[in-house]
């Protein structure tokens, strides 16, 4: 005969524990760990009452009536995937002041002129919302405020009032009565998470959660919904800096290699709808150490600044420093120029930074990054008007990289007159096509720096 047993759960991690300890061994908290209801078990399976289980054939299936809200903010579609779907659970996270409440807010005001809208926060009072609206420019009869803390509560009346959007903000101070533990903690987050997937599904309408970002990401975070969601969204960037990037880092109904740019300012968040020019801007022409990158965000080409700064260091141990690149990279590829082309960077200290706050991630940027490297280390100007992207490997070598013909339509666009890029990379490219820009190719990292010094070679300018 099955009987109930009783397990004890860490208030912060949601760790288990089939009896009380002082100390959680995950998370190192003392008296965090708290009992929970019982669980009757069996020999098998769990022995609660089995509900009514449907099936379909999936040809008799329909997805005809599956319909995507537009958001009314282009840069949030393009991330969505083109719009917000019909019973979808949509989680954005973010540093707390990073703009994510601001950004729903915003689209209550458009969505708000056709859909009926529930906002409910936990943090907030209503004229509290009140005031930000209206600072924003939000004034819509379909938008209903409430502050409300229970999880219960908030899914009684949405069955009850069957709004068409749903915002949480945010998920942190939601509590329900099924855990113990407090707003906030591994349990709570969980539970009330999944409740309201499980109310987005059944009454399809979709969902959006806010959630902060504690310093690792992890406890009391989006991490422990990003496997219950649909949809995770990470609001990027420095308060400091006026730019946000947002990023899709999970998406059932969409690509996940999109972003969205835009510019924070007084009147809330505004869309950047030519990135590569904002991120050039306010660059500094003739300086050494500068070189221009074609990265590709999805379907997006972006130009971006790549500064290096090589300087004499007064430690026995010289300090490398990357912003927005790979840190790991970054020592990989100064090995390789050691390397493979004789330059020496044993005695000084290296600073990369990708400009205007976006990270990069793919390989396209390791030749720019290394002629950078180059070009701060041997004092030798890049010129203004040059954009280079490729992938170095171990051996010296640059290597293709996808989505050429974009990459050199943009630099095109936005005036720049020679672009360096891989050698293998030039039968992807139409010869009867006139792209506007001078195409070199280089095999070796030693032939991309004659493109810039072509009166010496790399080897004679070591130090």
């Not at 019909?86 to 859909?115: A, R």
């Not at 293998?424 to 280089?442: C, P």
Request: hydrophobic share 40%; proline share 3%.
């Amino acid at each position: 005969m099955a009987k109930p047993r009783t397990l004890f759960i860490c208030r912060e991690c949601g760790q288990e524990y089939p009896k009380w300890n002082g100390r959680c061994n995950a998370c190192g908290a003392w008296n965090t760990i708290e009992e929970s209801a019982p669980v009757v078990v069996g020999k098998g399976y769990s022995a609660a009452p089995a509900g009514e289980f449907k099936y379909s054939r999936i040809g008799e299936i329909s997805y005809n009536d599956e319909t995507r809200y537009g958001t009314g903010i282009s840069e949030l579609d393009r991330v969505l995937g083109g719009g917000l779907v019909k019973g979808s659970l949509v989680l954005i996270g973010g540093d707390p002041g990073i703009g994510k409440s601001t950004l729903l807010l915003q689209i209550c005001g458009f969505m708000g002129n056709e859909h009926t809208i529930l906002y409910v926060s936990g943090e907030e009072s209503e004229r509290q919302i009140k005031l930000r609206a209206e600072r924003l420019g939000v004034n819509s009869d379909n938008l209903f405020l409430a502050s409300n803390n229970s999880c219960e509560s908030i899914i009684h009346a949405v069955c009850a009032n069957k709004p068409e959007i749903v915002i949480i903000d945010s998920i942190q101070t939601i509590t329900t009565a099924s855990a113990a533990s407090s707003a906030g903690s591994i349990v709570q987050v969980r539970e009330c998470t999944n409740a309201f997937m499980r109310m987005a599904k059944s009454e399809e309408i979709p969902v959006f959660i806010v959630s902060h970002v504690n310093k690792d990401g992890g406890i009391a975070g989006p991490k422990i919904m990003e496997h219950i969601v649909d949809t995770v969204l990470y609001f990027e960037g420095e308060k400091q800096l006026s730019y946000r990037i947002l990023r899709a880092i999970k998406n059932r109904f969409g690509s996940t290699n999109e972003i969205g740019v835009f510019n924070m300012d007084d009147d809330g968040l505004k869309e950047v709808v030519n990135p590569s020019e904002m991120m050039l801007s306010g660059r500094l022409k003739s300086i050494s150490g500068s070189a221009v990158v074609c990265t590709v965000e999805g379907t997006r080409p972006i130009l971006a600044e790549v500064q290096a700064l090589v300087t004499k260091s007064n430690f026995s141990a010289p300090r490398r420093v990357a912003t927005g690149f790979d840190y790991n990279r970054l020592y990989m590829l100064l090995a390789v120029l050691e390397k493979r082309t004789g330059f020496f960077f044993g005695g000084v200290d290296v600073y990369v930074n990708i400009v205007g706050g976006l990270k990069v991630e793919e390989p396209a940027a390791d030749l720019a990054v290394a002629m950078a490297l180059y070009s701060g280390l041997c004092d030798k100007i890049i010129p203004d008007k040059l954009m280079v992207f490729g992938e170095v490997g171990l051996g010296g070598e640059i290597r293709a990289v996808s989505h050429i013909r974009e990459r050199v339509k943009e630099g095109a666009r936005l005036g720049f007159e020679k672009c360096i890029i891989p050698k293998q990379s030039f039968s992807t490219l139409s010869r009867a096509e006139s792209y506007g820009i001078r195409i070199v190719g280089a095999n070796t990292l030693e032939q991309a720096f004659r493109a810039i010094s072509p009166e010496k070679k790399p080897q004679e300018n070591a130090t």
